[in-house]
Nanobody, 123 residues
Framework: QVQLVESGGGLVQAGGSLRLSCVAS????????MSWFRQAPGKERRFVAA????????YYADSVKGRFTISRDNARNTLYLQMNSLKPEDTAVYLC????????????????WGQGTQVTVSS
């Protein structure tokens, strides 16, 4: 069992930056593929970024490539998402997720989810 708690969301102007964190409970954090998803009101949950167990591989949605950076610190059981050059269309609830399969980009492929943190980007 893994519990995930996100933080770091907020209101920011377009062009600004935010850094999201996701802290995991338990001693098995390093055994999971970790990802960020986002969900805007009335829309489906969408993949944002993923990182392999040892940080050797990262994956990004085309919409955030070059602006967002995913990273993890296994010693601190923490996942991060650095978001730069934010746009109004990045506004959503951001959720972290833990899974077992690298290359998994669909929500149903993940085992554990956090509650999410709201990111709002004003124009």
């Amino acid at each position: 069992q893994v519990q995930l708690v996100e933080s770091g969301g907020g209101l920011v102007q377009a062009g600004g930056s935010l850094r999201l964190s996701c802290v995991a409970s338990g001693r098995t954090f390093s055994s999971y593929i970790m990802s960020w998803f986002r969900q805007a009101p009335g829309k489906e949950r969408r993949f944002v970024a993923a990182i392999s167990r040892s940080s050797g591989n990262t994956y990004y949605a085309d919409s955030v490539k070059g602006r967002f950076t995913i990273s993890r610190d296994n010693a601190r059981n923490t996942l991060y998402l650095q978001m730069n050059s934010l746009k109004p269309e990045d506004t959503a609830v951001y959720l972290c997720a833990a899974g077992k399969n690298i290359g998994a980009f669909r929500p149903h492929e993940y085992d554990y989810w956090g509650q999410g943190t709201q990111v709002t980007v004003s124009s």
